[in-house]
């Protein structure tokens, strides 16, 4: 830390950033109450999106155990084609979101293929779309973690560091300019009662 000169400019600029701290700090605090808020959210939709994948697997397992026989091929059925990313503002930090997820089911016989491929397949591009939602949703939880964790960071610099550094130069410079003005009152006192002698 740069030593502070001890005079009334330093003390002037003192206050002024002082007084700027405390503008900008509650509005951190707000942004970093609203990144919280929507981390939680983002946490709650990738729990939500992997939730929903174990109950198609579950309900898969449940209602094909047929899918055990490896006569059947059912290897490439359904394969994503394309996925469409937006961005979405969030309190400043820019995150992605899935617009369009387009998959493609491979052509197959009805003939030749048993009834049920019909369900699985249908289930299987719904876990394709859930599986890219899904690691949209991670990254979007990552985007608002690291953004959460700077804001904090400037929060605890503002709080912690910069306001407690500039009260106690404030107070440093107030009573050494006080210390001055009494020392020059003592010595004006001092010259008058040697002038009067």
């Known amino acids: 830390m740069a030593k502070i000169a001890l005079n009334k400019s330093s003390l002037n600029r003192e206050k002024r950033n002082l007084k700027t701290f405390n503008r900008y700090l509650p509005a951190l605090e707000l942004k970093r109450q609203q990144l919280m ?13 992997r939730e929903r994948i174990e109950q198609i697997e579950k309900d898969v ?13 059912v290897e ?4 994503v084609t394309n996925v469409v990313l937006g961005e979405q503002n969030i309190v400043g930090t820019t995150v992605p979101v899935v617009e369009k997820v387009e998959v493609e089911v491979a052509q197959y016989s009805y003939l030749t293929k048993p009834h049920w491929v019909d369900f699985l397949v249908e289930r299987l591009k719904e876990m394709v779309e859930l ?8 990254l979007r939880y990552q985007e608002i973690s ?10 605890n610099l ?17 009573i050494f300019m006080s210390d001055m003005d009494r020392a020059a009152v ?11 002698s």
């Open 61 to 73: 397992s449940e209602q094909l155990p047929m899918l055990a026989c490896e006569d059947i091929n």
């Open 37 to 49: 808020a929507e981390r939680k959210k983002a946490e709650d939709a990738v729990r939500e999106a």
């Open 131 to 138: 599986h890219v939602e899904m690691l949209v949703r991670e």
């Open 146 to 155: 690291k953004a959460t964790r700077t804001t904090s960071q400037r929060v």
């Open 158 to 174: 503002f709080s912690k560091v910069l306001i407690p550094r500039s009260n106690k130069n404030i107070a440093k410079i107030k």
């Open 76 to 79: 490439g059925l359904v394969r």
């Open 186 to 196: 003592v010595n004006a006192k001092i010259s008058k009662t040697k002038m009067a």
